[in-house]
């Protein structure tokens, strides 16, 4: 009896550990790529690479011109933030790799203000504005974002550069104006300070 049990009981152990890799995947993964299909409940999710990409100074390339209606009603321009560093989060309410990152983006963007550095996000796929005024209420967001529900903003950074392409995805733009960092992941302070400490600390 013992030897039929043991292989009775082998493919349900080998489905569980599938399973349990499969939420493990889950948890760790970011939301869909950029592009215009509509988020919710239903959003597909895909892996984060992790990966955060420079351009050295001389191959950067400038921001696209971006303005548009914030999710405050007010009207919002990225250039009117050159001369500073931007920290620019695409970030949607639904997604929870970005309420889990949303504390830590307030919290560097609160120490690096008096630095000459400005947050921005882009908040994306919310079809109206309540719930993404609610994430920023709950998370106390003290910088402005862009509302664009269907990604059009996203698409304006051209291909081929450091081009937002996921949700979440953070984007750190020189004083120059000009696209210096990409991270196609959820960020903590540690990650955040890595890749936007030495922008800050140019010349």
Known sequence: MSPTRAVRRTPLRGAMALAGVAVSALALS?????????GG???NFVGGSG???????????????????AVDGKQLNLADYKGKVVVLNVWGSWCA???AEAPHLVKVADDTKAKGVEFIGINTRDPDKVK???????????YP?????????????PKGSLNPQ??????IIDRDGK????????????KLHQALDPIVAEK
């Open 179 to 190: 696209v210096a960092v990409r991270i196609l992941a959820p960020v903590g302070e540690d």
């Open 166 to 171: 996921g949700i979440p995805n953070t984007l």
């Open 145 to 157: 974002s862009f509302y664009d529900p269907i990604g059009k903003l996203m698409l304006k950074f």
């Open 132 to 142: 993404a005024h609610a994430f920023e209420t709950q998370f106390r967001v003290p």
């Open 51 to 69: 990966e955060i990409s420079r351009a050295a100074k001389a191959d950067r390339r400038p921001a696209p011109a971006i303005t548009g209606e």
């Open 97 to 99: 790799p970005c309420r």
């Open 41 to 43: 409940s239903g959003t």
């Open 30 to 38: 970011a939301c869909s790529s950029g592009g215009t299909s509509s």
